[in-house]
């Protein structure tokens, strides 16, 4: 019941947030027709008979395997309630940045607390700031990089009489988002974290580059296919926490 209701919360706050960037009452996104509590907790449609996302119902199944999963294995040192409440965190950063690209800043703010609160009790104070300040170093880097390169595509879609966009290859959330996953995992975590989330999130945009080649909905004119980076830092970070194995399998020590 617990992971329901966190699947619940996810939900929620993956459909206001992006929206109204506060607590509200949930409306239709499709129609903007308001929900009643009731229809809205129990997945129903609209007044309008607007369905809800596929997403609503896929939170609601893998919440709760997770809340059952982490209360059979609960993660090192955390415990069941804690990674319940940091599994909900990953939740609405994971949605939130695959359906609309977007780490907020509540949701940044909160995740601060919440991973400095993980760092120290899994790792100490020391590794938790070391850890945090690694993931915001390395992550500027990336992100004047992603400036510069967001720069020369400007200019080549210019000079291809093509108008520019405001599309950039990190945003100012990721670097927040990977200073909160470094705080969580502490140093030197957070280097590999990184890494996997990069390469996790290479591999993917592989596939489906050459999806959209085969099926021949690429578009030659195309300099970049934008995809959001977060979920895979969040999946990477989640591996980490949650199967601690899996990682040992990896990286042996």
């Not at 706050?13 to 506060?22: A, E, F, G, H, Q």
């Not at 470094?182 to 580059?209: A, C, E, H, N, R």
Request: charged share 15%; aromatic share 14%; net charge positive.
């Amino acid at each position: 019941m617990l992971g329901w209701f966190a699947g619940q919360l996810v939900n929620y706050l993956s459909d206001v947030l992006p929206v109204t960037r506060k607590l509200s009452q949930p409306v239709c996104l499709q129609c903007g027709a308001p929900f009643s509590w009731m229809d809205y907790f129990l997945l129903r449609a609209c007044q309008n008979e607007h369905a809800r996302k596929t997403r609503a119902r896929i939170v609601q199944i893998i919440l709760p395997a997770i809340s059952i999963f982490t209360w059979l294995q609960p993660p090192a040192k955390i415990g069941y309630p804690l990674g319940l409440i940091l599994a909900a965190y990953f939740g609405v950063i994971f949605t939130i940045d695959m359906e609309h690209r977007l780490i907020l800043h509540p949701t940044s703010l909160f995740g601060s607390f919440l991973a400095l609160t993980v760092g120290l009790v899994t790792h100490g104070l020391k590794p938790t700031l070391t850890g945090g300040l690694s993931g915001l170093l390395i992550m500027l880097v990336f992100y004047y990089m992603g400036v510069l390169f967001s720069r020369i595509r400007t200019k080549r879609m210019l000079a291809m009489g093509k108008e520019a966009d405001d599309e950039e290859a990190l945003g100012a959330g990721d670097v927040i988002l990977v200073t909160i996953i470094g705080l969580m995992l502490g140093w030197p975590l957070i280097w590999f974290s990184l890494l996997f989330g990069i390469l996790f999130g290479g591999f993917v945009s592989f596939f489906l580059v050459a999806w959209l080649l085969i099926t021949k909905k690429y578009d030659k004119n195309s300099l970049m296919i934008f995809i959001p980076y977060g979920p895979y830092f969040i999946t990477s970070a989640f591996l980490i926490i949650y199967f601690p194995g899996f990682i040992e399998k990896i990286v042996p020590g």
